[in-house]
Every structure is written in structure tokens, then in C-alpha cells.
């Protein structure tokens, strides 16, 4: 019979084992998460109709975050990937959906769908002014901004009867981004999907379109201090010229999209 010492020892080493395979089987969420929540009931119709364009079971994996996990979807809009996320990193976690003012009226249509008479999950409704993120700092275990990010580089433009003409200049980007980082946790991610540019043309006619160049997208997010760390060719679409307005009915919905996953460096 085991003396009472080599009971707790015995026993020790249980909990030392037991709790070092909790922390090393602690899951990251992956395509088999995200399509489960996808499948959740009572998800709305139009969300269930985008899931096939956005694939979103490619595009959240890239965040590499844990349940549990505090998450930014930055212009979220109406709200489609925060869903998502909610359902994704549970009840311990936390979606913050951030609009400005723009963005949250582009969406309100499914805003109001997803919020008033439903619950979406563990979302947390955050609308501050221009390109004020207002996050704090290191408070996020990751971010994704879905073809937005170009609208920080659009120069405003008004139709004066013949063609359009600039009437301001376009969003301090180096501050929006440096806002990113410092919100993320050192060894978070921050994944940007966007509207794939024709690199012959000239800048601002591709932001003209709503579209980014893939280059010019990395270069500009390494720039405030992330690093490149992966990407996923899954919303590539060849038939997509480039050369269209995102909102032309001809491409809307199809445009060649490029993903970018980014890391804020752990040291």
C-alpha cells in the first residue's frame, strides 16, 4: 500500500500533467469552428447568402485566435464577420464591431436586422468618429478590417457637372494603422481582406475604384511595425479584371480579393 507522501506526489504529478495538456491542447480556431458557426440556427438569410462569397471559414482562421479571445472587426458595418467571431470565440470572448459614422449607416439595414429583435452573441457595439479606433492599447488578441482598409486611402471627390473633383484629401493611414497595433497584443494577428487593383494604374485611380494593390497593402500595414506572416488565395477570382467599381452590378460580390494575414512581433 502507497504511503500517504507518494499519494501526493502521485497526485501532484497528475495535476502538473493534467493542467500542461490543457495549456497545449488549447485549440486554436480553425475551418471546422468557423463552419460550425456558420451553421448555427437563427443566423440571418442575407448572412447565410454572403457566406458562399466571403468564404469566411477561410479568412477568420487566419487570425489565429483561442475561444476566450477579445476580437476587433474594424468598419464592420452591418456586422456579417462579428457574428462570426462571437460565435467563434464564445461566451468567455469578446467581439468589439467598430463603425464610424459612415460605415455604420452603410450597414444599418443589417444592424438593425442583427440587433433588435435577436441576440447576436457577445458583441459589443463600438462607433467613434472618422478614423478614431479609440482601442486602447494591447487589449485585442487579434483584428480584421474586410474591404475597407482602401477607404482610408480614397481622396473625397465631388461631381461638378462634368467629371469629379477632389474636395479634401485623404485619411491620415500611418495614424489608423499605428491605432492597430498598439491595440493588439504583442503575438496577435490582424488579417486584411480587400479589393484586389490593377498595379499598372496609377494610385489614385485604382482608390477611384474602391480596389488596392496587394503590394502596396503589405507594404503599407509593415510600415507602422507588423509583420507578414501568411496569406490565403481563396477569394482570388480570375475573372475579374480590375477595372470595374467594386459596386458595378457586373463584378459586385465577385471581385478578385487577395488576404493578408499580419503579425504584431511578440518582442
Known amino acids: 500500500m502507497r504511503s500517504v507522501v507518494q499519494q501526493y506526489f502521485a497526485l501532484l504529478v497528475w495535476l502538473v500533467v493534467g493542467l500542461s495538456s490543457t495549456a497545449v491542447n488549447a485549440a486554436e480556431i480553425d475551418v471546422a469552428a468557423v ?64 463603425n464610424n459614422d459612415g460605415f455604420e449607416a452603410w450597414g444599418i439595414n443589417g444592424l438593425s436586422d442583427r440587433f433588435d429583435k435577436r441576440d447576436p452573441g457577445n458583441i459589443k457595439r463600438h462607433t467613434r468618429s472618422g478614423i478614431n479606433l479609440d482601442l486602447g492599447e494591447d487589449t485585442m488578441d487579434g483584428a480584421v478590417i474586410v474591404m475597407a482598409l482602401h477607404d482610408i486611402y480614397v481622396i473625397p471627390k465631388r461631381y461638378n457637372g462634368e467629371e469629379y473633383v477632389p474636395v479634401g484629401r485623404p485619411a491620415n493611414a500611418t495614424y489608423f494603422l499605428e491605432q492597430i497595433y498598439a ?12 479589393h484586389a487593383g490593377d498595379p499598372s494604374l496609377g494610385s489614385e485611380e485604382v482608390f477611384d475604384l474602391h480596389r488596392m494593390v496587394e503590394a502596396m497593402a503589405r507594404s503599407e500595414v509593415e510600415s507602422v511595425g507588423f509583420r507578414f506572416k501568411e496569406s490565403s488565395d481563396a477569394l482570388r477570382n480570375p475573372i475579374d479584371d480590375r477595372s470595374m467599381i467594386v459596386f458595378d452590378s457586373d463584378i459586385k460580390g465577385q471581385t478578385d480579393r487577395f488576404v493578408l494575414s499580419f503579425e504584431k512581433p511578440a518582442n
Open 183 to 194: 491595440a493588439l497584443k504583442p503575438g496577435s494577428r490582424f488579417v486584411v481582406v480587400e
Open 35 to 98: 463552419r460550425a458557426a456558420m451553421r448555427v440556427e437563427g443566423r440571418l438569410a442575407d448572412d447565410i447568402a454572403r457566406d458562399s462569397r466571403s468564404l469566411p471559414e477561410a479568412v477568420i482562421p487566419l487570425l489565429h485566435i483561442e475561444q476566450g479571445a477579445k476580437v476587433v472587426d474594424i468598419f464592420g458595418s452591418g456586422g456579417y464577420y462579428s457574428e462570426l467571431l462571437a460565435a467563434v470565440v464564445g461566451e468567455g470572448g469578446e467581439v468589439w464591431l467598430h
